[in-house]
């Protein structure tokens, strides 16, 4: 009764870690255990049958004997083999009969079933002086009726060390027994190829998104590895407000998707503005549109000065002087306004009065504007009359047909942003990514250990004083993951060189910069001084900057 008793203990206990156990390591050792005690058997051995047909010895162990190998230490008894190659090998281990032809063997006297390749057990008694007589080899089969494992027990023995042969009623329950082991075993490989298949298509969503930009190439592939760097800098720190952080396995996967995910909304972003590297490129540059309007009015003061030398109104030179000195004024407007385009240079307002100023200069326009326009274009212009005869029109347009679904392109509109290229509806899109990646990630039913996935990757524009977007999250209402994503976002974009609207910038004016958002609230102070302090700028620079952005750096200049 007592011994009933403890077995049904043992079961209990294996159920619960069954059902509660998340490695499926530990489950099959669990199953194993059990299966050795329940059979009161010496020696176990557990060969795998990986998805490419290889079969190998995962785990063995000899109680009497004190021995027991793991994995790829089992390579030295038995070397890896290649299933469809054993098929003509002339004598077969009990194991690879059993792997091959999925049969049941229960051996009472091993040695005496002479047609089977008894070497493995014969290695065992030369160098351990240990001999296997009875061997009950099972296939392990998975709901598909396919052998993915061979479990073997080895000299099963009565409570005076006697050994035993294996029972039909004993092989009955190690089958049982046997079949936990195929469910864990198929569950664990379903598990590994659901992940493989959430970051394959992971990956392939952050490459196609950085594919549509030439000059944002890598930015969803690198900020993961900066986001991985700092975040095992923050976890390794025995001192100070992070010294208490650590990362779950769950934390750190949950991490590398949402890193590798955090800009999925981009895929809705207008591909002009993620590229918009000047004020008033669309799908193209349309500073050459003004550049023709100024040739025409050098043209039209060529015309004039030709006509006044005609009719004789002044002298020759004097005439050249007007006409120099217009085309010099023209040159000087021109060179302004594409200075302007750039947005290199902050606007003052001085240059904001001198182009509305530039915009009232008129030159005529004779042919017809709405000619060669698709018919969403027409249907913007709400009177196409005006645009088909001669008129006169501003140098710098801010006409009604300007404004297009949302989108305001007015020439004297753009030109007149104060700050780099992107204009006030552009960046109210771009911020919308973010939202369109949350909305996008809540849309796809993660599992409850990843349910981090969302606040990790749709907090990258927060900012610790609640001025960031989406929510205006404080940096107390932000995880500190959510913080890492927010500084390997910034890094990334600060150290690329692929941007057209910005020349590669030198490690330390990226590290300035930083030091400045750190100092005006932006990104949270003791993860940057983490990544200050760690060097992790350092690391990431040494892979993956170029050489001519590196210079020397202090560390203690930027903290």
Not at 305 to 333: H, M, P
Not at 467 to 473: E, K, S, W
Not at 488 to 513: C, G, H, M, Q
Request: aromatic share 10%; proline share 4%.
């Amino acid at each position: 009764m007592a011994e009933n008793d403890s077995l049904l203990s043992d079961i209990m206990e294996l159920n619960n870690i069954i059902f509660t156990e998340r490695d499926s390591n530990n489950i099959i050792k669990s199953i194993v255990d059990f299966a050795q005690k329940m059979s009161r058997t010496d020696g176990i051995f557990l060969y795998i049958i990986n998805d490419d047909d290889y079969f190998s010895l995962d785990f063995c162990r000899i109680n009497s004997i004190g021995f027991m190998k793991n994995g790829s230490d089992n390579i030295s008894l038995y070397p890896t083999a290649y299933l469809p190659d054993l098929k003509n090998k002339t004598s077969k281990s009990l194991a690879e009969s059993c792997a091959l032809y999925g049969e049941l063997l229960n051996t009472s006297d091993v040695y005496a079933a002479s047609e089977y390749d008894h070497s493995l057990f014969k290695r065992f008694e030369n160098e351990y002086n240990y001999t296997v007589v009875s061997c009950l080899t099972m296939p392990v089969i998975n709901r598909k009726d396919n052998t993915i494992a061979v479990f073997q027990l080895i000299n099963p023995k009565d409570s005076n060390g006697k050994i035993l042969t294996f029972t039909p009623e004993m092989q009955k329950k190690l089958q049982s027994v046997c079949s936990l082991i195929g469910t864990t075993l198929e569950n664990r490989s379903l598990r590994a190829a659901y992940n493989q298949l959430l970051e394959s298509f992971i990956e392939v969503l952050a490459r196609a998104i950085d594919a549509k930009s030439p000059y944002t190439g890598a930015h969803c592939q690198r900020v993961p590895v900066i986001a991985r760097m700092l975040t095992t800098a923050a976890v390794q720190q025995d001192t100070g407000p992070l010294k208490n952080f650590e990362m779950s396995r769950d934390d750190w996967y949950a991490l590398n998707i949402a890193s590798w995910l955090h800009d999925c909304g981009k895929v809705t972003t207008p591909e002009y503005i993620v590229d918009k590297a000047t004020k008033l490129e669309t799908i193209y540059n349309r500073i050459h549109e003004i550049r023709d309007r100024f040739e025409i009015l050098r043209r039209d003061a060529h015309i004039e000065y030709l006509k006044k030398r005609l009719a004789g109104e002044k002298s020759k030179e004097e005439l050249q002087a007007e006409f120099v000195n217009a085309v010099k004024i023209l040159e000087d407007d021109f060179s302004f306004i594409a200075q302007c385009n750039t947005g290199d240079t902050p606007l003052s307002d001085a240059d904001i009065t001198r182009l509305e100023k530039l915009t009232k200069i008129k030159f005529i326009r004779y042919f017809d504007r709405t000619k060669g326009l698709s018919w969403a274009e027409r249907d913007n212009i709400k009177d196409l009359t005006k645009y088909q005869k001669p008129g006169y029109e501003n140098l710098l347009q801010d006409r009604p047909d300007l404004l297009y679904k949302g989108y305001n392109y007015g020439e004297l509109y753009n030109l007149e942003i104060r700050k780099g290229t992107i204009n006030k509806e552009e960046r109210e899109k771009i911020n919308e990514h973010i939202i369109v990646t949350i909305d996008m990630l809540k849309a796809i039913h993660f599992p409850k250990e990843l349910s981090n996935v969302v606040e990790y990757a749709g907090a990258h524009h927060e900012r610790i004083d609640g001025r960031g977007y989406p929510y205006g999250l404080t940096g107390d209402q932000m995880s500190i993951p959510a913080k890492i994503m927010a500084i390997a976002d910034i890094f990334e974009a600060l150290t690329s060189n692929d941007r057209p609207y910005k020349e590669p910038k030198k490690l330390s004016e990226v590290l300035s910069i930083m030091k400045d958002m750190k100092d005006n609230g932006h990104i949270d102070p003791d993860l940057y001084r983490v990544f200050i302090t760690s060097e992790v700028y350092k690391e990431y620079a040494e892979q993956y900057i170029s050489p001519e952005q590196i210079d020397d750096v202090r560390p203690e200049d930027y903290l």
